[in-house]
């Protein structure tokens, strides 16, 4: 049990598609981040939020879209997604930015894009 | 720019025997943290060990201990006495501490244990 959960577990969307995943950690922190996970590439970072402001925004695509409504919730929005958007897609909370601060990860949305 | 390297996509080992996982980074900050994460099928990513630039001691958590060589750049993962649940992919990050934020992962090795 990480105290960081993802839904859906697995998403199928057409390109045209408009679907959100969310993330939800109970663990009291105040810094949360979506990575994206591809098939033999490291782990991307992809946004960083820290009390609900974004602080980092990695260089990603407009039709990805993030929300952080309150310190607890995370989503990210997604339109007009590529094939190439497949992925497993990675949240993560900690207790701040700094470090030594680890990264507590959920689960992961499986995502296929068709 | 900071940059992790794990060389070995794959290794296998025999239950009960110790196991070290290779990690070199690559970074120009004098202070910066290194970790190590599990991830096993399901998906998720397990934090086992961190390790600060500026700690003297070689970090442990149970069976886990990072064998830091600062000199050298390197932050190998030892697991003694594998176990069959410890078959995974293991990946090493680092984070700097300016522009704290981003978490750089390498490419991750595959371990097997075998029976």
């Known amino acids: 049990e990480t105290g960081v959960t993802q839904t859906p577990r697995h998403l199928v969307m057409g390109m045209t598609n408009k679907k959100s995943l969310k993330c939800e950690q109970h663990?009291?922190?105040?810094?949360m981040y979506w990575y994206k996970q591809s098939a033999k590439k490291p782990l991307e970072l992809m946004f960083v939020?820290?009390?609900?402001?974004?602080?980092e925004n990695n260089s990603v695509p407009s039709r990805f879209s993030p929300e952080c409504p309150n310190s607890s919730h995370l989503f990210l929005h997604l339109h007009t997604l590529q094939p190439e958007d497949s992925a497993l897609y990675l949240c993560?909370?900690?207790?701040?930015?700094?470090?030594?601060?680890?990264?507590?990860f959920g689960p992961g949305t499986r995502l296929t894009v068709t | 720019a900071q940059k992790i390297t794990q060389t070995q996509p794959g290794m296998f080992v025999q239950e009960k025997e110790a196991v070290t996982l290779d990690c070199t980074y690559d970074?120009?900050?004098?202070?910066?943290?290194l970790f190590w994460y599990k991830q096993p099928s399901s998906g998720e990513m397990i934090f086992l060990i961190y390790?600060?630039?500026?700690?003297?001691q070689n970090a442990t958590e149970g069976r886990y201990s990072l064998n830091f060589q600062k000199a050298r750049k390197s932050a190998n993962l030892v697991i003694s006495a594998s176990q069959l649940g410890d078959s995974a992919m293991y990946f090493c990050?680092?984070?700097?501490?300016?522009?704290?934020?981003?978490?750089?992962f390498g490419q991750g090795t595959r371990l097997t244990i075998n029976p």
């Open positions: 993560a909370s900690s207790q701040g930015l700094a470090l030594p601060y680890e990264q507590y």
């Open positions: 663990l009291g922190h105040n810094a």
């Open positions: 939020y820290s009390l609900e402001e974004r602080v």
């Open positions: 970074t120009s900050d004098q202070s910066y943290g």
């Open positions: 390790q600060g630039s500026y700690d003297e």
């Open positions: 990050a680092m984070r700097e501490h300016e522009g704290a934020q981003k978490l750089v």
